[in-house]
Nanobody, 128 residues
């Protein structure tokens, strides 16, 4: 079993920056490599993919955030990050960390239904 815990959300003015963190804790003997991703959602809407870093190390970004957001991970700290720059009011969402077993290249990079592990979310609010 893997536990994901997000932190780093908050309120910021448009043009500002935030860095989200996702702490990854393995509670059993799970050793498989994982694809790690960030999603976001507003109430009543579907969860949308933001960025993923696959177990092989390659990354994919949603068009709306490409060039502004950067996904990275520090394996020594078991932590996933999302650096968000040039934030816009439309980035206001609940942000979720997610994980799935890696190595399955046939899976779409940012399809929410393909991820089985989720954190509780952290709120990001961008004011104009």
């Amino acid at each position: 079993q893997v536990e994901l815990v997000e932190s780093g959300g908050g309120s910021v003015e448009a043009g500002g920056s935030l860095r989200l963190s996702c702490s990854v804790t393995r509670k059993d003997d799970t050793r498989w490599d994982m694809d790690m991703a960030w999603f976001r959602q507003t109430p009543g809407n579907e969860r949308e993919g933001v960025a993923v870093i696959r177990s092989e190390g390659d990354t994919t970004y949603a068009g709306a955030v490409k060039g502004r957001f950067t996904i990275s991970q520090d394996n020594s700290k078991n932590t996933l990050y999302l650096q968000m720059n040039s934030l816009k009011p439309e980035d206001t969402r609940m942000y979720y960390c997610a994980a799935r077993r890696g190595g399955r290249r046939y899976l779409a990079p940012l399809a929410p239904s393909t991820y089985s592990l989720w954190g509780q979310g952290t709120q990001v609010t961008v004011s104009s």
